[in-house]
């Protein structure tokens, strides 16, 4: 049975595509501290859910713990709850396995190699959206198979604009235009700007 969120998935990928650039500690737990301020009730409901959906996908100790905070003070209606932790548990997952891979670029090459050969493996199709960009233009760089570089390329263009940002001024990996068949309706991360997580807008 499908699950309908009390939340706008689009703005949620959004802001965890920002959370997938924060790269350094500072950056990661000022970024925590963002999603823990858009949880109090000086916000609307709507940008609570969301913040607490992050929470449950991101599930760093800190924001599993303020989102059990937030259940214990009957914030939200169990039924809100359940639902938004129905609706962010194969984001979660999949977040979650990306993580354990950051780093492992042979095992992320071979992932590409698999995908790229016909291999309909979908789990690893699925990981490949979600592992961090610095490893797929770690592959890009010492790949000599132009159809890796090509499968990097694509997946990169379908991250959300923050991932594309980091990659081109940050890691110097700039796509080359790519067809709009590649791109137009791929990927799920599109180009919604967060409500909450941007550190511009919070001050934090």
């Not at 309908?4 to 990661?28: F, G, K, N, V, Y």
């Not at 090509?150 to 110097?172: F, T």
């Not at 080359?176 to 991360?189: E, K, L, N, S, Y």
Request: neutral net charge.
């Amino acid at each position: 049975m499908s699950v309908s969120a009390p939340i706008d998935l689009h703005h949620l990928d959004a802001t965890l595509d920002l959370w997938m650039c924060m790269w350094r500690p500072e950056e990661q737990v000022s970024f925590e501290t963002a999603l823990v301020r858009s949880m109090t009730d000086e916000h609307p409901r709507r940008t609570r859910l969301l913040a607490l959906a992050a929470c449950h996908v991101i599930a760093t100790p800190r924001l599993l713990g303020a989102a059990a905070r937030v259940a214990e003070a009957a914030v939200f209606r169990l039924d809100d709850i359940h639902e938004v932790e129905q609706a962010t548990l194969s984001r979660h997952n999949l977040l979650k396995a990306a993580t354990r891979m950051r780093g492992n670029v042979l095992g992320i090459e071979l992932l590409l190699a698999r995908v790229v050969a016909g291999a309909q493996d979908r789990s690893a199709d699925a990981l490949l959206e979600w592992v961090d960009v610095r490893d797929l233009v770690a592959v890009a760089r010492t790949t000599v198979d132009a159809r890796l570089f090509s499968e990097i390329e694509q997946r990169i263009g379908r991250r959300g604009r923050y991932q594309r940002g980091r990659a081109a001024n940050v890691l110097g990996f700039t796509i080359r235009p790519q067809p709009a068949f590649a791109t137009a309706g791929a990927g799920h991360w599109g180009d919604h700007s967060p409500e909450i997580g941007d550190l511009r807008r919070t001050g934090s």
